[in-house]
């Protein structure tokens, strides 16, 4: 199996969806893509100790998706070599009373990462122009001052909020937060199986909704909204990744290398040097703790 360039899915240009494949044609069983899997996790694992350490960068890695895109199932494969204590996953769901009484990117702010550690946003700030431009009524939910009806939303206002993301992205990376954004990209037909196998699986009913069957009738709009969303919000300090999703192992194992390849690329995170005073006396303080035996 041909190794991954994180070039060959990251978004440089302007791209159409419909032009981009939602599986790779590649020759390797599963048994040989969970291998090279477990190759990277490892890896990741022990960059994520030494970034602990060094405690100057957190890495917040946002995955986006339609329902059933495996983001769920990639949070637990990728991640599960991780210390607990240095990967926090947040997954953002309808806002609740105390989250609409502060704007839209509030909660989000909260759940960035410490120094040291990953933050996995399962689903991102980038509800806010996507499921709200399919519903603008949810707008109305934020109790916006200028915003009295759906009528009121203009396309100014989602040109303004996209631009509100790249300024967010671009505040946090200047502070030290490596972004990393992911698109999941599914075909409507692995949607179509992925939802009957829900349901036909008696262990797999409960992550049946039928708003997923309500908002499948959107599908249109979500891909016409995914692009312009990356389109206008991918950028060199947060870009995205298009990830194809019709084959999970294979996502999961090309999101593993892409964050392995680029967090490769920050050689100042190394674990920090004992302080010269120690060092000079590290054979006196074996010596003490010796003697206690």
């Given at each position: ?219 249109d709009e979500y891909m016409k909204y995914y ?67």
């Open positions: 199996m041909k190794s991954i360039d994180p070039k060959n899915f990251k978004v440089v240009a302007p791209i159409r969806l419909a032009d981009i494949p939602t599986q790779l044609d590649v020759d390797a069983s599963d048994d040989a893509k969970e291998d090279k899997l477990d190759g990277v996790r490892e890896k990741l694992s022990e960059l994520q100790d030494v970034m602990y350490a060094h405690n100057r960068y957190g890495v917040l890695i946002c995955l986006q998706g339609m329902d059933t895109s495996g983001k769920d199932s990639l949070i637990r494969e990728v991640f599960k070599e991780f210390n607990p204590r240095g990967v926090v996953v947040s997954s953002f769901k309808t806002p609740n009373s105390t989250e609409l009484e502060h704007d839209y990117l509030w909660r989000h702010y909260l759940a960035l990462p410490e120094k040291g550690k990953f933050a996995i946003f399962n689903r991102t700030h980038y509800e806010n122009v996507l499921v709200t431009r399919v519903h603008p009524e949810y707008i109305l939910n934020e109790n916006l001052p200028g915003i009295e009806s759906v009528a009121d939303i203009t396309p100014q206002f989602w040109e303004n909020r996209m631009e509100q993301m790249n300024n967010f992205e671009k505040h946090i990376t200047q502070n030290g937060t490596i972004v990393m954004k992911f698109y999941f990209h599914l075909s409507k037909n692995e949607q179509r199986k992925r939802l009957l196998r829900r349901l036909e699986k008696e262990e797999h009913n409960w992550k049946f909704s039928t708003g997923d069957l309500k908002e499948r009738g959107f599908w692009e312009e969303a990356i389109n206008k919000t991918a950028t060199e300090n947060a870009p995205w990744y298009i990830i194809p999703a019709d084959d999970k192992d294979m996502a999961r194992y090309i999101v593993a290398e892409i964050i392995w390849q680029e967090m490769k690329q920050y050689t100042d995170i190394q674990e920090p040097e004992l302080d010269e005073k120690v060092k000079k006396n590290i054979e006196e303080y074996k010596a003490q703790l010796e003697k206690e035996e």
